[in-house]
């Protein structure tokens, strides 16, 4: 076989296998939710028939009559999406001729009281009325849901199929026909992805929209079967199990999706009498379908990602080939790790970020923007972000101090060597050790720096208990932990600057001065501004400091913007909002690292 031919049978495996995952995940998430929906009725028929059916006059289950009449009306009730079979303990009362419950099902029934599928049926057990032995079983069989793929599905489908063959026609042509086939492929694959995730999502949205409504039907029937239920709702609530009943107005047939306190329920109004309505609220089974938009994606990405990988297999000499598959395969675990470990993270703070998330409140109501609003709108925030940028101020501070200092002890003598050594010992030393010894320097009382300030001026300062100092003490240590590293880094410039154009300066007559300020700080501006940058970009994360010498106080004064993500996060247990306050600080970092990467692209040339 011809590589061409290889290739382009790889890009028609490709392009299968686009076709076909996708649609065989959208089927398993479509009868998924059809069991759910199973489940979900089976739940209500045995919390229908516990209401309407009377006791046995020996106890011990119901009156097996009374059951039997109600069994058969429950599975002739039109417009019920899945049918019933009742069992009294293993006899089955709908379909007198049907296969009895196996006696292993009804014991597993009574020790897990849990709802399990058979295979063909979704199982529930059937408690007594009094709700302690289970006397029996429901089980609900899902019905037929149609066309398994939607009209726009299948014409995405076809229109995938279309493009993925004009794309294997077009492999090995190089230019711009190959570059558009591919390109129109990649646009049909995700049409296909976002087609078939619409389907999901329909089908989760008509799972809810028909268990609502036959818990609404089975209410009716009830109040219908015992009229004392009208005066008591609540009696109710066990057809409706996993759905709020609350008192309501009218809504009209269908069922709705409303805000409800900032949360999407479905809703759907049930009529007790004339005048009097209560109201079914229940979170939507779709509401949990956003990460199928991504899998989805994924998986129809997948003829696209073989056709180029195809194409770029004929394009490239066989050397390169070799060289970048053996290249991929080192880098893979390493890239993997990286996506992980970031892609991973920050699509999971985005999904907090727009859904109210906390460990001491049930559901993740989706929220929108409105963390967002809420964040821009706070002024603890743009407080904590002002003292941040006030903080960062030690960085020009610092990079001064790291210049003189690394201008001082230039150099390869001994001496210098071990003057830049000792430096640079803070910066690589423990962040909480420094803050531990600085917090005992900075002691009110006992502490070096106010004993000496006693000697020079007779009086002390409160170093981290006043909120007017405690943000310069901070400043203070984060210049001594910071300055070694940036003396490195500029004596390491410094060390490349060409000794040649300091000595043309020195025979054109220039003083120190001048050659200073006219040849080494110029050509000492790519390190001025990634020690900047980068000392920004650190300071603007700073933690470790805070927590240990002041903990955000004295008054807040030290609250800044990580240290208010951290107290957000594991204080107030708001994990939504300390998602949008990260991806706020992600932001600003982001637009930080552009700016050092537009500045440092301006190279100067030492010859």
């Not at 609530?237 to 047939?253: C, K, Q, Y």
Request: hydrophobic residues 55%; contains cysteine.
């Amino acid at each position: 076989m011809t590589p061409r031919a290889r290739a382009r049978l790889g890009a028609v495996v490709a392009l299968g296998a686009a076709a076909l995952l996708p649609s065989l995940a959208a089927h398993w998430a479509r009868a998924r939710g059809t069991r759910v929906l199973a489940a979900r009725d089976a739940t209500a028929a045995a919390g229908y028939l516990a209401t309407v059916t009377p006791a046995a006059r020996s106890g011990g289950g119901y009156d097996l009559p009374q059951l039997l009449i109600r069994a058969r009306a429950l599975a002739g009730l039109p417009g019920l999406a899945v049918g019933f079979e009742v069992y009294d303990r293993t006899a089955p009362l709908v379909q007198a001729t049907a296969p009895p419950l196996p006696p292993a099902a009804l014991e597993r029934l009574r020790r897990e009281v849990a709802v399990r599928w058979t295979g063909e049926a979704m199982l529930v057990p059937l408690l007594d009325r009094d709700g302690w032995d289970v006397v029996g079983a429901v089980a609900a069989q899902p019905q037929g849901s149609g066309w398994p793929v939607s009209p726009w599905s299948l014409a995405a489908l076809l229109l995938l199929l279309v493009a993925g063959a004009q794309a294997v026609r077009a492999m090995g042509v190089t230019g711009d026909p190959w570059r558009q086939a591919l390109g129109r492929y990649g646009a049909a694959a995700g049409l296909f992805g976002v087609a078939m995730f619409a389907d999901v999502h329909l089908a989760g949205r008509g799972a809810t929209d028909r268990w609502l409504s036959d818990a609404r039907l089975l209410m009716e029937e009830a109040m219908a079967s015992v009229p004392d239920t009208r005066s008591a709702p609540a009696s109710l609530a066990a057809i409706a199990r996993g759905a709020d009943v609350v008192p309501a107005e009218s809504l009209g047939a269908g069922v709705l999706r409303r805000d409800v306190a900032g949360v999407v329920r479905a809703v759907v109004a049930v009529r007790l009498g004339p005048g009097r309505w209560v109201e079914l609220r229940a979170p939507p089974v779709e509401a949990g379908a956003a990460p199928w938009l991504v899998l989805l994606l994924g998986l129809a990405a997948l003829g696209p990602l073989g056709a180029l990988l195809a194409g770029w297999s004929l394009a490239a000499a066989p050397r390169q080939r070799r060289e970048s598959l053996a290249a991929w395969s080192f880098l893979a675990p390493s890239a993997l790790h990286l996506v992980a470990c970031t892609a991973g993270p920050l699509l999971f703070a985005l999904y907090l970020s727009v859904h109210r998330v906390s460990p001491v409140a049930p559901g993740r109501p989706f929220i929108g923007l409105a963390g967002y609003a809420h964040a821009l709108g706070s002024p603890l925030v743009w407080a904590a972000l002002g003292r941040t940028l006030l903080y960062a101020c030690y960085v020009p501070v610092s990079m001064g101090l790291a210049l003189a200092l690394a201008l001082l002890v230039g150099g390869r003598s001994w001496g210098a060597t071990v003057v830049r050594t000792l430096f640079l010992v803070p910066a690589v030393s423990s962040v909480v050790a420094v803050a531990l010894v600085w917090r005992w320097m900075y002691q009110p009382d006992v502490g070096v720096i106010n004993h000496l300030l006693g000697l020079l001026l007779g009086h002390s300062v409160d170093w981290l208990g006043d909120p007017g100092v405690a943000l310069i003490a901070l400043m203070i240590v984060s210049v001594w932990t910071q300055v070694g590293y940036q003396m490195a880094v500029f004596h390491a410039g410094l060390e490349s600057i060409p000794r040649a154009y300091l000595d043309a300066a020195r025979v054109d007559g220039a003083n120190a001065w001048q050659r200073f300020r006219r040849v080494t700080l110029p050509l000492l501006r790519p390190v001025i501004l990634f020690v900047l940058v980068t000392g920004v970009l650190g300071a603007s994360q700073v933690f470790a400091l805070v927590v240990v010498l002041t903990g955000g106080g004295p008054l807040g004064s030290t609250d800044v913007v990580v240290y208010r993500i951290y107290r957000t996060a594991w204080e107030l247990l708001q994990f939504g909002d300390a998602s949008v306050l990260s991806l706020l600080l992600f932001a600003i970092l982001l637009i930080a690292t552009r700016a050092q990467l537009q500045l440092l692209d301006r190279r100067v040339e030492y010859a």
